[in-house]
């Protein structure tokens, strides 16, 4: 008899999460904010002596869907927040990794975050245009990201992107921090939006 590959991972507060099926009673923020911190955007190459996480760059996306739609709800200010949340788990792949990878990566994508976003409240399934607005936060950020630690000269992330309303970016500066400082921001920004969400 063939032993089924182990499809769970311990997390650091004892959990047992089944990435295959995971459910919302194994997910605890801890977790989120701990492994988004060590997990570093652009395959770590990234300018500063510390690579820019997954989690500062959800900060950064809640920012920026915050400045872009200023009168939405906390909870979908939580889901931008909550938008890379998985990745705590999966890792964070570049785009041309995840075409090469095919639509496997994706549904385990779906599934984490359908169960991450029920732990915290959220509907499994965010509206549509909740959605878009999020995924045009999170291009905004690549952009500003690409630009100020990527490497990449405007034009070029122009191309890739889309260059956004400079009115909307004005004075949000990057600067890779270290994992425990991202940490606890994370985590304190992750309380005072599910509070207000209350």
């Not at 990566?105 to 779906?110: F, R």
């Not at 045009?136 to 191309?159: C, K, M, P, V």
């Not at 600067?175 to 400082?181: C, G, I, L, N, Q």
């Amino acid at each position: 008899m063939t032993r089924q590959p182990r499809a769970w991972q311990r997390m650091l507060s004892g959990r047992r999460l089944d990435l295959l099926d995971p459910t919302p009673v194994d997910i605890e923020i801890e977790d989120i904010a701990h492994g988004l911190a060590f997990v570093a955007r652009w395959n770590g190459q990234t300018l500063g002596d510390w690579p820019y996480s997954v989690a500062q760059h959800s900060l950064l996306v809640e920012e920026l869907y915050g400045r872009a739609n200023p009168t939405a709800a906390p909870c979908w200010r939580l889901a931008a927040l909550l938008h890379d949340a998985p990745e705590y788990v999966i890792g964070d792949m570049i785009s041309p990794v995840k075409a090469a990878v095919g639509p496997g990566y994706a549904l385990l994508d779906a599934r984490l975050a359908a169960a991450i976003r029920l732990r915290f409240g959220l509907p499994a399934d965010l509206p549509a245009a909740v959605k878009q607005a999020i995924k045009r936060a999170d291009r905004i950020s690549a952009w500003l990201e690409a630009t100020q630690i990527a490497g990449f000269a405007a034009a070029e992330a122009d191309r890739f992107f889309g260059r956004p309303p400079m009115a909307l970016v004005a004075g949000l500066a990057i600067r890779p921090s270290p994992p425990a400082e991202v940490r606890a921001a994370y985590s304190a920004r992750h309380a005072a939006l599910l509070a207000a969400t209350a």
